[in-house]
């Protein structure tokens, strides 16, 4: 299962069944859990645990020292869960002591070419980045979100769940959950309806968000004009709660 051209540390520990292709490369206190494939010619650098089932392609680069002119080689880390696709050229930088000195990539994940995580950052489960995407450091990023090709994304910067970013978008502060944002810079333009449709979510639902869509995002009124409407909105839908949460706690101040 491990190509004979393959370069294995010592101290890496791989799962049984896993999978290396000719003249990659596993560099110390690296850990890959069992029905991962790596095909030929990656790279990956630790310390850093990849969880089960996940495909890592060519030339891909993982577990990499942080671009950050502050890291002193410090013993920092990557994780990565279980099921991610993670294409040509990929990127994955470790942590660093300034954060949590952990970089964490979530589950069932999409990474197409190009893609670049940077250090620290936390990426949840279900999440797309499309071609060339790419976030800077300590950036978070919620669960099904979709970055589209070539999307940048400033770092500190918080990307909201099930929202939406249109090609080459430029990302400089927070995109609110269920938001679909596009251009340089970044502008809220809706409600990511077709996305939270194939997920399941209910009609009376997707209203309700787009209603808060309007009031807060889109709005011109006073938090205080509006706050009886959305109190009533909060009671009724957990969805709509998480969304107020997340703009009330916005300390970058959230695309509009």
Same mark, same amino acid.
């Given at each position: %299962? ?38 030929? @010619? ?26 950050? $002119? ?35 990539? #979530? /589950?069932?994940?999409?990474? %197409? ?5 940077? @250090?620290?950052?936390?990426? #949840? ?8 995407? /790419? ?26 769940? @099930?929202?939406? /970013? ?29 996305? $939270? ?5 209910? /009609? ?5 968000? @787009?209603? =808060?869509?309007? $009031? ?26 998480? %969304? ?10 959230? =695309?509009?």
């Amino acid at each position: %299962m491990i190509h004979q051209t393959a370069i294995i540390d010592p101290t890496a520990k791989i799962a049984e069944d896993v999978e290396i292709g000719p003249y990659s490369i596993i560099g110390a206190n690296v850990e890959i859990d069992s029905g991962t494939w790596i095909g030929p @010619h990656v790279v990956i650098n630790g310390p850093t645990k990849i969880g089960k089932d996940n495909r890592i392609f060519q030339f891909a680069s993982i577990g990499e020292e942080p671009q950050d $002119l502050k890291y002193n080689g410090e013993e920092t880390t990557l994780e990565v869960g279980d099921r991610n696709t993670i294409r040509e050229f990929v990127t994955f930088n470790r942590g660093t002591p300034d954060d949590a000195g952990v970089t964490r990539i #979530g /589950s069932d994940n999409l990474f %197409m070419a190009y893609a670049h995580v940077a @250090h620290d950052c936390q990426i #949840g489960d279900n999440i797309i980045f499309a071609n060339n995407a /790419s976030v800077a450091g300590h950036v978070h990023v919620g669960n099904y979100a979709i970055l589209g090709g070539f999307t940048a994304v400033h770092q500190f910067t918080q990307i909201g769940e @099930h929202s939406f /970013s249109g090609l080459g978008t430029i990302v400089n502060r927070d995109i609110p959950p269920y938001v679909i944002v596009a251009g340089n810079h970044a502008q809220a333009y809706g409600l990511n309806k077709n996305g $939270l449709k194939r997920r399941g979510f209910e /009609s009376d639902t997707i209203r309700a968000l @787009h209603k =808060v869509f309007k $009031l807060i995002v889109k709005g011109r009124k006073k938090r205080d004009e509006i706050q009886a409407e959305l109190d009533s909105l909060m009671e009724q839908f957990e969805e709509v709660r998480t %969304m107020v949460a997340f703009i009330d706690a916005s300390e970058r101040g959230i =695309v509009r």
